[in-house]
C-alpha cells in the first residue's frame, strides 16, 4: 500500500526538526576539542599543547581528560572494560615525572598500556600536560589535598649525552722492545762494573 503524500506543513516541519537536532549534534562534537592556550613557538604554552594534542591521538582510546577532549576511560565502574584507564579529570597526576614513568613503563602494573607510546620530547610534553590539567574537576574532600597546590616538578632532558670525553692514548711511532730494553739495562750495568775494574787496576799498578 502506497502511503499518501505528506502534505507541505508537515514535510517542513520534519524537516526543521531534522536541522535541528544535526545543528545540536555539530555543536556538541564542536566542544569535544583541546582546550589548552597554543602559545607562541618555542614556548612552555606551546610544549604543554603539543603534549595535549599527542594525548588526544595516542591516548583517547583509554583515558578521559576533557582539556584534550578525549573520553576513553569507563563512565560507569561496573561496566568497564580492560582498556578504560584512569579518568584524568578526577585523578591528580603530580609530579611530572609521574606521568614520564608511567609513559615509559606501560602504566604502573605494563598489563594494558603499551610503553613508550611517546619517546623524547613528545613524551616530556605529554606529561607536561597531564601534570598540568589533570585533576581539575576532582571532587572536594575535606582533609584532601587539591591538586592544584601540589607541584608539578621538573623533567629530565630528553637526550642526555656525556660531556666528558676520554683521548686515546697514541702508541710511539718506534716503540723500544721489552727485550732490548732489559738489554740496554744489562749492558750499561756491564758498562760501569768493566769500568770500575779497570780505574781499580790502574790505581793499584801504580802503587
Excluded: W
Aim: overall charge positive; charged content about 15%.
Amino acid at each position: 500500500m502506497i502511503p499518501p503524500r505528506m502534505n507541505r506543513p508537515v514535510r517542513v516541519l520534519l524537516f526543521s526538526v531534522a536541522m535541528i537536532a544535526v545543528s545540536a549534534l555539530a555543536a556538541a562534537c564542536g566542544t569535544e576539542r583541546i582546550d589548552v592556550p597554543k602559545g607562541t613557538a618555542s614556548s612552555t604554552e606551546r610544549q604543554i599543547y603539543t603534549g595535549a594534542v599527542l594525548f588526544s591521538q595516542r591516548c583517547a582510546g583509554c583515558h578521559t581528560l576533557s582539556y584534550a577532549g578525549t573520553h576513553g576511560s569507563a563512565s560507569n565502574v561496573r561496566t568497564a572494560q580492560a582498556n578504560n584507564g584512569p579518568n584524568f579529570n578526577v585523578r591528580c597526576e603530580r609530579p611530572a615525572i609521574r606521568v614520564l614513568y608511567a609513559i615509559e613503563n606501560g602504566g604502573f602494573s605494563g598489563a594494558i598500556m603499551p610503553q613508550n607510546v611517546v619517546v623524547g620530547q613528545q613524551a616530556l610534553d605529554v606529561a607536561e600536560f597531564v601534570s598540568k590539567y589533570a585533576g581539575r574537576q576532582a571532587p572536594k574532600i575535606p582533609g584532601a589535598t587539591v591538586c592544584d597546590s601540589e607541584t608539578i616538578g621538573s623533567l629530565p632532558s630528553p637526550y642526555s649525552v656525556p660531556t666528558t670525553t676520554t683521548t686515546p692514548s697514541v702508541p710511539s711511532s718506534n716503540p723500544t722492545p721489552p727485550a732490548l730494553k732489559n738489554h740496554k739495562g744489562s749492558a750499561k750495568k756491564i758498562g760501569k762494573g768493566t769500568h770500575a775494574a779497570t780505574k781499580a787496576k790502574g790505581s793499584g799498578g801504580g802503587g
